[in-house]
T-cell receptor, first 114, second 114 residues
Framework: AQSVTQLDSQVPVFEEAPVELRCNYSSSVSVYLFWYVQYPNQGLQLLLKYLSGSTLVKGINGFEAEFNKSQTSFHLRKPSVHISDTAEYFCAVSPAGGAQKLVFGQGTRLTINP | DTAVSQTPKYLVTQMGNDKSIKCEQNLGHDTMYWYKQDSKKFLKIMFSYNNKELIINETVPNRFSPKSPDKAHLNLHINSLELGDSAVYFC?????????????FGPGTRLTVT
């Protein structure tokens, strides 16, 4: 079985500041890793995913994440945030074989202050 | 055009009633999912269908019955509604069943059981 822990439930930052949202996972099998974003009153949208290869993954809206196998982490970063980045961010994993079965973390609420 | 749509957007009903939530995707995807997001924003998969066949059935009470009349539709029927069923239900779809595919989420249906 897999589990995902997002270490911060809320992260407030000022506009144009950098941000890091932390995600750790646990799994007995190889996994693929994902970050999804949920804007207010909307469904989730994929930001980026790690399947294999380079451990630094770039996604939409200037976000990137780094897979660290030894620390079982997949932290999300952005060098300069905007008001429009205010949203809930979810880290998720899926076993690398078989049908996709996303297991989500608890979410991190990112609030950007002017 | 909305890629994944759900109806209704809001559903308020009393305990003991039976209700359905409809989901349609116009992306030509083969795989569809139902998720439940509770009041703490925790998101958990309930069901997954591929080409109208059930492939994932998590530990969901049998009061919940998904039905897929065709590849573009996946409806969720709930019998004998309970207070604990109050949540936001998300439908999603993906091009294939494998773990690397991006999932596209609908806007959600907020179910309130009184």
């Amino acid at each position: 079985a897999q589990s995902v822990t997002q270490l911060d439930s809320q992260v407030p930052v000022f506009e144009e500041a950098p941000v890091e949202l932390r995600c750790n996972y646990s799994s007995s099998v190889s996994v693929y890793l994902f970050w999804y974003v949920q804007y207010p009153n909307q469904g989730l949208q994929l930001l980026l995913k790690y399947l294999s290869g380079s451990t630094l993954v770039k996604g939409i809206n200037g976000f990137e994440a780094e897979f660290n196998k030894s620390q079982t982490s997949f932290h999300l970063r952005k060098p300069s945030v905007h008001i429009s980045d205010t949203a809930e961010y979810f880290c998720a994993v899926s076993p690398a074989g078989g049908a996709q079965k996303l297991v989500f973390g608890q979410g991190t609420r990112l609030t950007i202050n002017p | 055009d909305t890629a994944v749509s759900q109806t209704p957007k809001y559903l308020v009903t009393q305990m003991g009633n039976d209700k359905s939530i409809k989901c349609e995707q116009n992306l030509g995807h083969d795989t569809m999912y139902w998720y439940k997001q509770d009041s703490k924003k925790f998101l958990k998969i309930m069901f997954s269908y591929n080409n109208k066949e059930l492939i994932i059935n998590e530990t969901v009470p049998n009061r919940f019955s998904p039905k897929s009349p065709d590849k573009a539709h996946l409806n969720l029927h709930i019998n004998s509604l309970e207070l604990g069923d109050s949540a936001v239900y998300f439908c999603a779809s993906s091009q294939g069943v494998g773990p690397s595919y991006e999932q596209y989420f609908g806007p959600g249906t907020r179910l309130t059981v009184t």
